[in-house]
T-cell receptor, first 113, second 111 residues
Framework: DQQVKQNSPSLSVQEGRISILNCDYT??????FLWYKKYPAEGPTFLIS?????DKNEDGRFTVFLNKSAKHLSLHIVPSQPGDSAVYFC????????????FGSGTQLTVLP | NAGVTQTPKFRVLKTGQSMTLLCAQD?????MYWYRQDPGMGLRLIHY???????AKGEVPDGYNVSRLKKQNFLLGLESAAPSQTSVYFC??????????FGSGTRLTVV
């Protein structure tokens, strides 16, 4: 049973518009959430994270929102750029577990020029 | 700084053959992890290590063994490769906190 789910395998948006990527989780022990970005033939790279004590974290064009009651988080990219085209993975971890990351299946974002 | 280096980048194995994937990090990180990535499945944890000389099982450990004899190296072994082990393997490391540094991956095909 997947504890972290990304239900949209792909998303296409126009350059300059907002991209919204969604992620749901089932394990209530998760207390830290991260988004990773992955280009083909490269390893995932860290993008942005949020602790469960917050409901929003912003870093430049990237904002992550956390809704604990709904067990849902989302990544907003504004404005979207063609270089943002990549696979985005949502990940979660719980304390006391060697901080293992549990990943979602990923969303392929394509930003059209 | 090279970060996390994985060797080899590509490999084709015949069913039943064995091989070892090497992960090396030069950041003095305590924690190291091996993940596999399959289409539609995201990354799944195979084994991990919380320090030199320690290893532990992750979500999908069957068919794999690991060793962490030196702090900077984490080896993943396949004793008898099976087609189900065809995947892209990623190694990652971290010191404290939550940020992982990933290698660029090893693409393994078992025929």
């Amino acid at each position: 049973d997947q504890q972290v789910k990304q239900n949209s395998p792909s998303l296409s948006v126009q350059e300059g518009r907002i991209s919204i990527l969604n992620c749901d989780y089932t394990n209530s022990m998760f207390d830290y959430f991260l988004w990773y970005k992955k280009y083909p033939a490269e390893g995932p790279t860290f993008l942005i994270s949020i602790s469960s004590i917050k409901d929003k974290n912003e870093d430049g064009r990237f904002t992550v929102f956390l809704n604990k009651s709904a067990k849902h988080l989302s990544l907003h990219i504004v404005p979207s750029q063609p270089g943002d085209s990549a696979v985005y993975f949502c990940a979660a971890s719980a304390s006391g577990s060697a901080r293992q990351l549990t990943f979602g299946s990923g969303t392929q974002l394509t930003v059209l020029p | 700084n090279a970060g996390v280096t994985q060797t080899p980048k590509f490999r084709v194995l015949k069913t039943g053959q064995s091989m070892t994937l090497l992960c090396a990090q030069d950041m003095n990180h305590e924690y190291m992890y091996w993940y596999r990535q399959d289409p539609g499945m995201g990354l799944r944890l195979i084994h991990y290590s919380v320090g030199e000389g320690t290893t532990a099982k992750g979500e999908v450990p069957d068919g794999y063994n690991v060793s962490r004899l030196k702090k900077q190296n984490f080896l993943l072994g396949l004793e008898s490769a099976a087609p189900s082990q065809t995947s892209v393997y990623f190694c990652a490391s971290r010191v404290t906190g939550y940020g992982y540094t990933f290698g660029s991956g090893t693409r393994l095909t078992v025929v």
